[in-house]
């Protein structure tokens, strides 16, 4: 009954090797075809690691699996290196796509990346705030255990930087957390790149408006919601 089981492939799996699947074709110009068949997926070579990524994903869930996937092309771009899923399922590609996210970190804030990130970010404190009936301010000041919340928040990648900086009692908040307890948990050197960020974010010419304009919209859709 158990080996049964083991070799039955969820729809998260599914979503896996087909997110894979369109990466790794598109990244070669070849077209591609969703796989909807998976009824003998487990004869394949691929299973064994589709399994093992479907483990990966599930612990660590705030991980992008697009981004996952297309991290090697992104970070090595002039490399004609194509990526199998046994170099997904390796500790390799979790080095390659952390650097990968410090190099989009590093990137521009009024660059694709950081607007859709930034657009993201405020629809996921919108929903944050709905379901725990508070408004924005509430959130940068809701704790979890000794950290804000919105600390968590950054550290999984559920928010950008560039969402939260930009709220009125961010700096005061940021100045009553010891140095040590942000590098922590955030990552090293969080705090060295804290000023750039905000000069960054100071200097953008679409990026702060957006953010600035999501925040008071937030707080008004849910003033409404209160109302209601």
Sequence with gaps: ?????????????????????????????????????????????????????????????????????????????????????????????????????????????????????VKDSLLYIYKYCLDKNINVNEYINEKSGDIPTFILHLRDRYISIYSVIGIDTFDLIMHRIPNDRLNFTVGENFISQLDNFRTQYKMSTKLKTITEKGIKQINKLLLTAKSS
């Design 1 to 117: 009954m158990s080996e049964k089981r083991n070799k039955i492939i969820s729809e998260k799996e599914k979503y896996i090797y087909n997110t894979y699947l369109r990466v790794h074709r598109s990244k070669q110009n070849k077209p591609f075809k969703y796989r909807r068949d998976f009824s003998k997926f487990d004869e394949t070579e691929h299973f064994v690691y589709i399994k093992r990524l479907g483990n990966f994903f599930n612990k660590f869930n705030h991980i992008n699996i697009d981004k996952f996937f297309g991290a090697p092309y992104g970070l090595y771009p002039d490399d004609n290196s194509i990526y199998d899923l046994r170099f997904y399922a390796s500790p390799r590609a979790i080095k390659v796509y952390s650097l990968y996210l410090k190099s989009l970190d590093q990137s521009d804030p009024d660059s694709e990346h950081h607007i859709q990130y």
